[in-house]
């Protein structure tokens, strides 16, 4: 094996609320841990520290890897009842959704 294709997501680049507006994002950009931890955002945090451990895994051994950061996978439930991020996205298609201000979402139609 030579390469891992890691899909993890948008929330491991945001939020980090100190970011320039405008500013593009690229591989140095990361999830403020010390903000998550303020806000109870686990979620974001999670998936930062989890996509730096590949990216650690990849210098200590030498393999490829590759990292996307979708904003949202969408795709048929497995689950039987609906998730936390199904819930979030089907709020905001009640229009019945607070925002939270540690709320990020991207949303792309192509």
């Known amino acids: 094996m030579r390469r891992v294709v890691v899909t993890s997501v948008v929330s491991a680049v945001v939020p980090s609320p100190g ?10 950009c990361w999830t403020n841990i010390d903000y998550c931890d303020q806000n109870r955002a686990w979620y974001p945090a999670s998936n930062t520290l989890a996509e730096k451990a590949a990216w650690k895994f990849e210098e200590e051994n030498g393999l490829h890897v590759v990292v996307v950061n ?6 048929s439930m497995i689950p039987p009842r609906i998730n936390a991020s199904m819930a979030i996205f089907l709020h905001l298609l009640e229009a019945c959704f ?3 201000k540690t709320l990020f979402y991207s949303i ?3």
């Open 19 to 28: 970011w320039p507006a405008g500013e593009g994002l690229d591989e140095h």
């Open 70 to 75: 979708p904003g949202t996978i969408l795709g």
């Open 98 to 100: 607070v925002i939270s």
């Open 108 to 110: 792309l139609y192509i």
